[in-house]
């Protein structure tokens, strides 16, 4: 065998390994980007929290305030429920008015929230980490326009903001890939918005990766264009020749066994 084509099957060898990982990257990639409709909060009440506290000891509420059922029954979406809620906590805890009420509700709209939910996030829900995030910060909304309960709307904004972004980590260090999910950028994306991103970098490998994904050809083609030196440009030329000669050789083979 001629030294010709041992560079050549060396090369195609080398392609066929490279081409192959990035095969299995891609062939994991989600490519949905349908993102769920955000729900509409409604003014409906049907429930009464009034009816739920009777009983209770009052003189320790965080401890005897029935989160489970809060957790099932409440609208925590309409910041109307939220403050008649919070006004009857007042009316039968008059001493813990600006303080210990409004830690009751953020108890029961996070961690007691977060337990009842748990469950769905267990493996990787995209569709469910949006519609919290949806959810999530319309608190951040009703701080900026309700001071009297703004402690309370900014501790569950940045509880669920939080939640989203280690769930994210979680994800990431099981499966790596995810990085390259649609809804896995967009989640991140808009917690980095947010000043809440998960930690995950690309590397320059793990970039062009993700520019192959979405067919971002102009750009790498500017990127590598205007950003490298003459030397790079050679070296780039190079490998591309290292690509293209050993299916030339190949082809010239085929062609000459079949004459």
Known sequence: MTLKKIIGITAL???????????????????????????????????????????????????????????????????????????????????????????????????????KIKPEFEKYNPDGL??????????????????????????????????????????YKIDQSLKYNFKFKYLNARCKEKQFGAPINNSNTEKIINNLIENNWTYLFSRFWNDSDILIKLIGLIALLVVFIPYLIIYRIIKKNKQ
């Open 130 to 171: 949006i519609k919290v995030l949806q959810w999530a910060e319309k608190f951040n909304y009703y701080s900026d326009i309700e001071e009297k309960n703004a402690t309370l709307y900014q501790v569950t904004y940045t509880y669920w903001l939080t939640f989203i972004s280690n769930k994210l980590s979680d994800y």
């Open 13 to 115: 060898l080398l392609i066929t390994i490279a081409l192959s990982l990035f095969l299995r990257i891609i062939m994991k990639v989600d490519y949905s980007c349908s993102i769920p409709v955000e729900q509409v909060c409604n003014n409906e009440k049907s429930y009464f929290i009034a009816d739920h506290l009777k009983n209770i000891n009052k003189t320790n509420l965080l401890d005897s305030f029935p989160y489970t059922w809060y957790a099932d029954s409440a609208n925590r979406c309409n910041i109307n429920s939220i403050k008649k809620d919070l006004a009857v906590l007042d009316s039968i805890n008059p001493t813990g008015i600006g303080g210990d009420n409004q830690q009751l509700l953020s108890i029961a709209l996070t961690n007691k929230l977060e337990e």
